[in-house]
Each structure stands twice: as structure tokens, then as C-alpha cells.
């Protein structure tokens, strides 16, 4: 079992203006800012940001940036909010993963509805982040970090997604015909007994397209004597069959270090939700939430990022 020479831990630098996003940037009373889904729109950054309101209860809101770093602008009020007519929204709606469908030309947001029924994902589809289309709950609670690919995979769209079942968190994959009815559930990427994402995984942003696979980051759990500890790892899906895993790194490549990330509500937490990828296609933007308190931004040169998961162990 040849270890990648443990150089994951280096392909991700932090922002040095982090935390990007605060409770202090909003324009109205919030208790927390954080797991943001990230989507380029008219050549502006736009992250769909999570906000918890002073009752625990979440909503979405955006905030755009011409740069991804630095002057952003964040919208007066929510834009995804709890609809009281929803039975399975309300507690809440959480951590939105976006990608643009390209058959639908519209941008889908997976995102979590929480109710005393449990968690579970929900998709709104929109064209223009102001208004949106709901198109309802997808799969039974237990079910969070979800997101659909950009198109059909053999006529079919494809969702990854993390229920928990009989108490085992792993990551999944389910196809359909129409985006409601899903089926030929299959895991994708289990939890390793033992390991630094032994207890849970979950994707984190949505898969990113590149010439040798799907990348996919996503988070990994181990609970320990003072709490869950949220580190990230990486592994590489097949271009046409996403259902294949290809590579899966051994490392995380991303851990919880900084003060932001070590205090907050949830201390010990980095939480991906979105990406973005430069137009120059070179600079990986990944956004996070921090302890469940802020959301910051950790850049990797994707050039490494390829380098690295390629070399890493084949999983077939
Ligand atoms: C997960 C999700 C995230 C949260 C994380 C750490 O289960 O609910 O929204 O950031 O826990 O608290």
C-alpha cells in the first residue's frame, strides 16, 4: 500500500484574507455564515451561502464577488427561505451544492430541508438566483450532501448523495430518468474503518470535470474525545461511468488548523460546499465553512491537484 509521499496535506493554501464571510458582513441579524455552494454567474463568483437565524433555524442567501476574494456583496435578505407550505422545510434549508444543467440551461441547487422528519435533499432549479423553481424532496431521510452532475450519464442524471443507513454513513450514487424518480442506488465511496474518514463521508462541492475523471472532494469524519473532527480528501470518478471510482487518495489534503476553523459553534469543522475553477482553468477556488461560524476560501493550483490524485491508489 505505497503511500503518495504525503503531499496532499500541501495542495491547498488559505486565503490570507480569511474568513471571507462573517455574521459582522451580513445585512441583517445572523447568527452564522457558512457552507456556501459556489457557481460562476455572468463572470462573477456567486456563493449560495447557509445562515442560520438567532432561532437555529437556516436559510440561503448569495453573495458575488468579481474576484472570488474580496468585495463581496452580500443580498439584503434571504433568497432560498424555509416555505411554511413545506412540511420538510421547517427547520430549515442547508448546505446547497450547484451545478449549471446544461440540457435545462438552468443552474440546479441541491440543498437539505431539515424537519422533525429528519433530513433530507431537496432540488430547486433557477435561472438568475432571485427566483426559484422548487422541484421538491428527492430521496427518504436520513440524506444530506447531495449534488446532480451538469448532464446525463446513458440517458439517466446522476446524484451523489450520503443517507445513513443502518447507522453507516457512506457516500452513494443513484440515477434517474427525470430528476424525481431515483433508483439503482449503489455506494459510491465508503467510510474506511480505522481511517481518518471512518465514521462518516459526505461529498463536499460538486464534482468538478476534467480531462482524466471527476474530481470529487469531499469530507470525512472521526469522532473523537472531544468532538467530530471535518477533514477533506479527494478521489477521481470515470468521465462517462461516474459509478466508477478510478482513484482515491489515502491523505485528507485539508484539516482544521486555523483559529476560525478551531472556535466557533461547531469547533474543529472545514466544510466544502462549492467550487469554482479559474477561467484559465490553473486555480482550484475551493469555499468552506469554518466551524459552523464563517466561510473561508483555500486555493489549490489544479495542475498539483491532477498530478496528485492520479498518482494515488487505483480503487476498482
Ligand atoms: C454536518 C452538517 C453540516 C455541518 C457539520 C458540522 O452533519 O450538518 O451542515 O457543517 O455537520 O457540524
Not at 422548487?134 to 431521510?141: F, Q
Not at 489515502?250 to 476553523?261: A, D, I, L, T
Request: hydrophobic share 40%; charged share 25%; net charge negative.
Amino acid at each position: 500500500m505505497a503511500l503518495n509521499t504525503h503531499r496532499g496535506i500541501s495542495l491547498f493554501r488559505r486565503y490570507e484574507g480569511n474568513p471571507i464571510l462573517t455574521p459582522k458582513n451580513w445585512p441583517y441579524p445572523v447568527n452564522s455564515v457558512f457552507n456556501p455552494g459556489a457557481t460562476e454567474v455572468d463572470g462573477e463568483t456567486l456563493l449560495l451561502v447557509r445562515a442560520e437565524d438567532p432561532r437555529g433555524f437556516s436559510h440561503l442567501t448569495t453573495a458575488r464577488s468579481w474576484d472570488g476574494r474580496t468585495n463581496w456583496i452580500v443580498e439584503p435578505k434571504p433568497i432560498l427561505e424555509p416555505d411554511p407550505n413545506i412540511q420538510e422545510e421547517q427547520w430549515g434549508v442547508e448546505d446547497p451544492r450547484i451545478v449549471f444543467l446544461e440540457e435545462e440551461g438552468k443552474y440546479a441547487v441541491t440543498y437539505v430541508s431539515f424537519s422533525q422528519g429528519g433530513p433530507l435533499i431537496s432540488l430547486a432549479l433557477t435561472e438568475d438566483f432571485r427566483t426559484f423553481e422548487r422541484r421538491g424532496s428527492l430521496l427518504p431521510p436520513e440524506d444530506k450532501d447531495a449534488s446532480l452532475f451538469p448532464r446525463r450519464f446513458e440517458g439517466r442524471y446522476a446524484l451523489i448523495h450520503r443517507p445513513i443507513i443502518r447507522g453507516e454513513a457512506h457516500i452513494w450514487i443513484s440515477f434517474s430518468p427525470d430528476l424525481k424518480y431515483w433508483g439503482e442506488h449503489r455506494v459510491l465511496l465508503p467510510v474506511r474503518a480505522g481511517w481518518w474518514d471512518c465514521h462518516k463521508v459526505g461529498l463536499g462541492p460538486q464534482p468538478i470535470e476534467t480531462p482524466e475523471g471527476w474530481l470529487i472532494i469531499y469530507h470525512g469524519v472521526r469522532a473523537t474525545a472531544s468532538g467530530d473532527l471535518y477533514r477533506v480528501g479527494l478521489a477521481l470518478l470515470d468521465l462517462d461511468k461516474p459509478w466508477k471510482v478510478i482513484r482515491r487518495a489515502q491523505e485528507w489534503v485539508f484539516s482544521p488548523k486555523e483559529n476560525y476553523e478551531l472556535i466557533g459553534d461547531v469547533p474543529g469543522v472545514v466544510f466544502p460546499c462549492g467550487v469554482v475553477v479559474n477561467k484559465e482553468g490553473n486555480e482550484l477556488m475551493m469555499y468552506y465553512g469554518a466551524a459552523d461560524t464563517s466561510v473561508a476560501l483555500a486555493i489549490a493550483d489544479m495542475g498539483d491537484v491532477m498530478d496528485y490524485i492520479i498518482r494515488c491508489p487505483s480503487i476498482s
